[in-house]
Antibody, heavy 122, light 112 residues
Framework: EVQLVESGGGLVQPGGSLRLSCAAS????????MHWVRQPPGKGLEWVAR????????GYVDSLKGRFTISRDNTKTSLYLQMDNLRPDDTAVYFC???????????????WGKGTTVTVSS | QSALTQPASVSASPGQSITISCTGT?????????VSWYQHHPGSAPKLIIY???ERPSGVSSRFSAAKSATTASLTISGLQPEDEATYYC????????????FGGGTKLNVL
């Protein structure tokens, strides 16, 4: 079964850090671009970051640049999001998602995880 | 860059059909055929139901169809069923140098 399972969310104080993980199974992880997408409470989806199959190219939404870092370990079929200097408006459910095709970009995501909740509050 | 524009909610009865609109610009929906739609039930993983404007992934019901005209995409669900009650998001490629895709704000479908 193709599956993505996120973990690592929790409650963190403003200015703190968290590292999210996403464990992939059921497909050749190293073939695909991977993404993080978030959903703030009561709001819609927001694309956060992407990383190419080999990890050599990354992209981020402008508002997050410099605070979040996406990475992957193909040997562990895992995706990561290091989040530093967290702010209350980073509070959201964070989803990992798989690009809809390979190689390259297909601009849709065909497999998603259920998400992990990050709450930034003092 | 602003999100794609969707109605906040739509309501209909079982068996009826509904259409959800998704309005963008010439930088996204208008100039590219990379529009996709996702169904999201609370607490679950979002599910891809349409990609590349009108293509259905394997296993997605033919009751779901979609199209695009100029800068507006649309999702139609026919023969509504109670399990269709969910939030639906559109998404599009954007030629913004810093974004991969742009999402709509989501439309809550109520099946009364």
């Amino acid at each position: 079964e193709v599956q993505l399972v996120e973990s690592g969310g929790g409650l963190v104080q403003p200015g703190g850090s968290l590292r999210l993980s996403c464990a992939a199974s059921g497909f050749t992880f190293s073939d695909y671009v991977m993404h993080w997408v978030r959903q703030p409470p009561g709001k819609g989806l927001e694309w956060v970051a992407r990383i190419t199959w080999n990890g050599r190219s990354t992209g981020y939404v402008d508002s997050l640049k410099g605070r979040f870092t996406i990475s992957r370990d193909n040997t562990k079929t895992s995706l990561y999001l290091q989040m530093d200097n967290l702010r209350p408006d980073d509070t959201a459910v964070y989803f990992c998602a798989k690009e809809g095709g390979s190689p390259g970009y297909y601009y849709h995501m065909d497999i998603w995880g259920k998400g992990t909740t990050v709450t930034v509050s003092s | 860059q602003s999100a794609l524009t969707q109605p906040a909610s739509v309501s209909a009865s079982p068996g009826q059909s509904i259409t959800i609109s998704c309005t963008g610009t010439s930088s996204d929906v208008g100039d590219y055929n990379y529009v996709s739609w996702y169904q999201h039930h609370p607490g679950s993983a979002p599910k891809l139901i349409i990609y590349d404007v009108g293509e259905r992934p394997s296993g997605v019901s033919s009751r779901f169809s979609a199209a695009k005209s100029a800068t507006t995409a649309s999702l139609t669900i026919s023969g509504l069923q109670p399990e269709d009650e969910a939030t639906y998001y559109c998404s599009s490629y954007t030629d913004s140098s810093t974004l991969h895709v742009l999402f709509g704000g989501g439309t809550k479908l109520n099946v009364l």
